[in-house]
């Protein structure tokens, strides 16, 4: 065996970005964490996982079996990571894939640590422009276009997945009721998230004619452990409001709501390709025509604090005339995903490359 995805560490938010693909690629994927292999089993029955839970015997294994490891981490940035590498082998390559297509980093250069890296994997062009914006582009050696690899894999295992939406999610809510996904970011180094803001009117006002689905980052649990935990508890049974935390799939979900709300979050970006209603909450009262990283936020209607009271009037009112953002929409999918690849090609690449 030449190619391994790998997630090493308690980082859920990278299930979904690395099971698909290495499901698409046709290889492994090692975890250190026992949820995360439940988790696998559960949403990616197709694929083989891997688990170590001891870090050395995690170590041993990869650098003993793999030549190529795909990660979501900035591995060549990680020094443990790094001196591993340099002690087990001299031909050893790391393949970063990354986790969402957000517009944060504006701020921050997020980009940064891809300096470092030799071998990365893109959605398409928007990405490789941020490569650009943020001067790491040249440095990259090797980048290769997934286009939209996860809604790739979810349409190819879409009736897999409606079970799993009928059993786990539909079975929960009221029926014939319009179903609102609120998925936010976290509070991250540049204030991007809308959770604490919104979450009790969300909570507390929600109409009759609505069901809602709560997604929260995982940081925000991290963050909030407490608090998030009285939270499910006081809505458990609600029959119109869903708290989901295992639910690493993001495309089923997207599938299945009629309506996006959110902020910064790279979900934004998945969802756009459904092309339905999108509602985005500017907590920070940035200026949509002039600041970057509002970018998506001209594919759907921006909700400012001073509209958080009346959130749903806003959803309400605005919905009948969504149709005017549908082309928009369009385009900035088709400039965000390229196309897809020959996975059996693109594998062959990523095996045939050998860097340190």
């Not at 694929?47 to 870090?55: A, C, D, G, S």
């Not at 649990?221 to 799939?249: C, V």
């Amino acid at each position: 065996m030449n190619l391994a995805g790998s997630i090493y560490h308690h980082f859920p938010g990278y299930l979904d970005h690395i099971a698909p693909l290495c499901s698409l690629l046709d290889i492994p994927i090692i975890v250190t964490e026992k949820e995360f292999d439940e988790l696998i089993k559960k949403f990616y029955p197709d694929l083989k996982v891997i688990l170590h839970e001891n870090y050395l015997t995690y170590c041993r294994f990869l650098f003993s079996n793999f030549e190529t490891i795909i990660s979501c981490q900035f591995l060549r940035s990680d020094h443990a990571t790094m001196t591993m590498v340099q002690m087990h082998s001299q031909t050893f390559s790391l393949v970063w894939v990354p986790h969402g297509n957000s517009d944060k980093g504006h701020h921050s250069e997020i980009f940064k640590p891809l300096e470092k890296e030799k071998i990365t994997l893109i959605y398409g062009q928007k990405m490789l422009d941020a490569f650009k914006s943020q001067k790491v582009y040249d440095k990259i050696e090797h980048k290769f276009v997934t286009g939209n690899y996860r809604k790739h894999y979810f349409l190819k295992h879409k009736s897999f997945y409606d079970q799993i939406i009928r059993n786990e999610i539909a079975s929960k809510l009221s029926l014939g009721k319009k179903t609102i996904l609120y998925a936010p970011t976290w509070e991250d180094y540049e204030n991007n998230g809308s959770y604490n803001d919104v979450i009790t009117t969300l909570l507390e006002t929600l109409p009759d004619d609505f069901n809602l689905i709560v997604k929260p980052h995982h940081n925000t649990y991290l963050k909030f452990t407490a608090r998030m935990i009285w939270m499910h508890g006081q809505y458990e049974n609600h029959p119109r409001i869903l708290f989901l935390k295992d639910f690493p799939s993001i495309y089923p979900l997207l599938d299945f709501a009629d309506i996006y709300l959110g902020d910064m979050s790279s979900i934004g970006y998945d969802f756009l390709t459904l092309n339905k209603p999108m509602f985005f909450l500017n907590s920070n009262y940035k200026d949509v025509k002039k600041d970057p990283s509002l970018f998506l936020f001209q594919a759907g209607v921006e909700i400012q604090p001073s509209q958080y009271s009346k959130i749903y009037e806003v959803i309400s009112g605005k919905i009948e005339n969504d149709h005017k953002f549908a082309k928009i929409r369009e385009e900035i999918a088709s400039y965000t995903f390229g196309e897809l690849p020959d996975f059996k090609e693109l594998k062959n690449q990523l095996c045939s490359i050998s860097l340190i």
